[in-house]
Antibody
Framework: EVQLEQSAAEVKKPGESLTISCKAS????????IGWVRRMPVKGLEWVGV????????RYSPSFQGQVTISVDKSINTAYLKWNSLKASDSGMYYC???????????????WGQGTTVTVSS | QSVLTQPPSASGTPGQRVTISCSGS????????VNWYQQFPATAPKLLIY???QRPSGVPDRFSGSKSGTSASLAISGLQSEDEADYYC???????????FGGGTKLTVL
């Protein structure tokens, strides 16, 4: 079965660092783009960025560029989303999702992780 | 507000046909293909339609998508109570250089 398993919910203080993970199974991890999407109660769904595991090509949304770091470890079929210094505005539900097709600007996200809730509060 | 405009709500009775619109611009819908997602409370989104009108395996043919110019639509025929969910359109935007989502439409089955 194709699936993405995300790490557990996190509660952090402003200024702390955080890495959340997304472990893939059931398919050739290296050859599908993996993206991150944030859901916030008022702002809806926002695209964070995407990575192609085979060569670690990354594309960030301009809104998230410089705010987060996306990476992968092909040896364990896992993608990561990292913050060096969290802000309260980083709070939200973060989903990883596999993207269909060779071009990350096309196709849909056909397999989703269950989501990781990030809460940043003093 | 969102780059893609969806009605905040839609409703229908069981068996009816409902359509949800998604209005964009030349930099997104006018240039690329549209995807639609279904999301139930406290669960991850599910891909319903990709490339304007293609259904992933397992999605009932009651769900269909179309695109014309800078607008797209999701149609649900033979409405069922289990279709009550939030629906989002999504597409790449050449001007913003990122994927954009509509604000979502909450579908209520009366």
């Amino acid at each position: 079965e194709v699936q993405l398993e995300q790490s557990a919910a996190e509660v952090k203080k402003p200024g702390e660092s955080l890495t959340i993970s997304c472990k893939a199974s059931g398919y050739a991890f290296s050859y599908y783009w993996i993206g991150w999407v944030r859901r916030m109660p008022v702002k809806g769904l926002e695209w964070v960025g995407v990575i192609f595991p085979d060569d670690s090509t990354i594309r960030y949304s301009p809104s998230f560029q410089g705010q987060v770091t996306i990476s992968v470890d092909k040896s364990i079929n896992t993608a990561y989303l990292k913050w060096n210094s969290l802000k309260a505005s980083d709070s939200g539900m973060y989903y990883c999702a596999r993207r269909i097709g060779a071009d990350f600007r096309r196709g849909g996200m056909d397999v989703w992780g269950q989501g990781t809730t990030v809460t940043v509060s003093s | 507000q969102s780059v893609l405009t969806q009605p905040p709500s839609a409703s229908g009775t069981p068996g009816q046909r409902v359509t949800i619109s998604c209005s964009g611009s030349s930099s997104n819908i006018g240039s690329h293909t549209v995807n639609w997602y279904q999301q139930f409370p406290a669960t991850a989104p599910k891909l319903l339609i990709y490339s304007n009108d293609q259904r992933p395996s397992g999605v009932p043919d009651r769900f269909s998508g179309s695109k014309s110019g800078t607008s797209a639509s999701l149609a649900i025929s033979g409405l069922q109570s289990e279709d009550e969910a939030d629906y989002y359109c999504a597409i790449w935007d050449d001007s913003l250089i990122r994927w954009v989502f509509g604000g979502g439409t909450k579908l209520t089955v009366l």
